[in-house]
């Protein structure tokens, strides 16, 4: 099994920017892709931004004020967020995709999520 432990929420003013650390051990091997995914009350679960071997995502919404950083060795994902608004504000969760063969079904593996506040 997989453990994804987010951590580097809080509050911040707009214009600030928070780095968001996520974690992952246990069974890490055939992990492909790790990003961000966030959720603001009443609302769905939106992809932020994610690494893999195919190279980088951002959504059009962060694109040019995130960024997402993959560490193999330390087997985290970093998600460095600058210029923050107040539409930031969400609980941000971290995601892992995990294949472990090629007929193997994929499994998408979350964190319990770190709250981020963007207000003055």
């Known amino acids: 099994q997989v453990q994804l432990v987010e951590s580097g929420g809080g509050l911040v003013q707009p214009g600030g920017s928070l780095r968001l650390s996520c974690a992952a051990s246990?069974?890490?091997?055939?992990?492909?892709?790790m990003g961000w995914y966030r959720q603001a009350p009443g609302q769905g679960r939106e992809l932020v931004a994610r690494?893999?071997?195919?190279?980088?995502y951002y959504s059009d919404s962060v694109k040019g004020r995130f960024t997402v950083l993959g560490d193999n060795a330390k087997n985290t994902v970093v998600l460095q967020m600058s210029s923050l608004e107040p539409a930031d504000s969400a609980v941000y969760y971290c995601?892992?995709?995990?294949?472990?063969?090629?007929?193997?079904?994929?499994?998408?593996?979350w964190g319990q999520g770190t709250q981020v506040t963007v207000s003055s």
């Open positions: 690494v893999s071997s195919g190279g980088s």
């Open positions: 246990g069974s890490i091997s055939g992990i492909y892709a």
């Open positions: 995601n892992a995709q995990r294949k472990t063969s090629p007929s193997a079904p994929t499994y998408f593996l």
